[in-house]
């Protein structure tokens, strides 16, 4: 699997520097980092058929290169629960994207699977100008955000070395599960460090990669917004 991600290649020849979150996510699939199960859609009849495949509830977001914050845009609508409100979310997400930037160009409408809510966690990667990348991991929401409770490594990174990521963090207790708060899958977020290290290992281009956030669960997890940034 050391074979360049045709993605990365493909935006970089084109000049572009934020994947999209439908290419991110692809690039994280091959790398055996779970994501939410998601479709393109192209026009509202093919979001209903997507969402009645994947299952409701939905979430339906904006695709576009020109849109990078996409709740900025009111772009992200949570819990869509049948075809009607997926219509009706399709043409809200559209017309609040034209209002907000009008010149955006639109890829499309990004349907998946609403992740259920859990123990949040973020994953991320930056390249530092001597180190090279280097990869951080923190709870997510105010633990990364107002307590600034994270933990850096230089990729790449061993299976002890993710180990220590984890449970170095304050916060930590909160993943071996608090009162009503059930155990999350702890060797899930190891395998998850570790395949991040090797794709920004692989992929030197990769300026800043934010898988942000995870949702860890007793038994797996999903990643609900991926973000990579190249050089
Ligand atoms: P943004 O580009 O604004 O960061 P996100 O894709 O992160 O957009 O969506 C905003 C928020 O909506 C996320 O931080 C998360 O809390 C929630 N969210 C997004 N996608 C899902 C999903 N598939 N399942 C559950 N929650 C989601
Ligand atoms: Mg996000």
Same mark, same amino acid.
């Given at each position: 699997?050391?074979?360049k ?16 979150e439908?290419?991110? *996510?692809?690039?994280?699939m *091959?790398y ?8 393109? +859609?192209k026009?509202?009849?093919?979001a209903?058929?997507?969402a ?23 772009g ?13 979310a ?13 010149? +955006? ?5 990004l349907?998946q ?13 930056? *390249?530092?100008?001597q ?6 991991f923190?709870?997510?929401?105010i ?24 449970t ?6 909160l993943?071996?599960?608090?009162r009503?708060?059930?155990?999350a899958d ?7 460090l ?26 797996g997890?999903k990643?609900?917004?991926?973000r990579?940034?190249l050089?």
């Amino acid at each position: 699997m050391s074979k360049k991600s045709s993605i990365i290649l493909e935006a970089s020849k084109e000049g572009r520097k934020h994947l999209l979150e439908t290419e991110a *996510k692809t690039v994280c699939m *091959k790398y055996g980092i779970p994501v939410t199960e998601f479709e393109l +859609a192209k026009d509202r009849v093919e979001a209903v058929e997507f969402a009645e495949k994947i299952g409701y509830p939905v979430v339906l977001k904006i695709v576009s290169s020109d849109v990078i914050h996409k709740s900025d845009v009111n772009g992200v609508i949570l819990n869509i629960k049948d075809a009607g409100e997926v219509q009706k979310a399709y043409d809200q997400i559209i017309d609040s994207v034209k209002k907000h930037k009008p010149d +955006a160009k639109i890829v499309g409408i990004l349907v998946q699977e609403m992740a259920p809510t859990s123990t949040e966690v973020i994953v991320g990667a930056t *390249k530092d100008p001597q180190f090279g990348p280097t990869l951080m991991f923190g709870l997510g929401g105010i633990f990364v955000e107002i307590l600034k409770d994270v933990t850096f490594r230089i990729a790449p990174i061993t299976e002890d070395e993710a180990r220590e990521m984890i449970t170095e963090v304050k916060a930590y207790p909160l993943l071996k599960g608090y009162r009503n708060r059930p155990p999350a899958d702890i060797e899930t977020i190891i395998k998850i460090l570790l395949n991040t290290s090797r794709l920004v290992m692989e992929h030197q281009e990769i300026k800043e990669l934010d898988l942000n956030p995870i949702m860890v669960y007793e038994k797996g997890a999903k990643t609900v917004d991926a973000r990579i940034i190249l050089e």
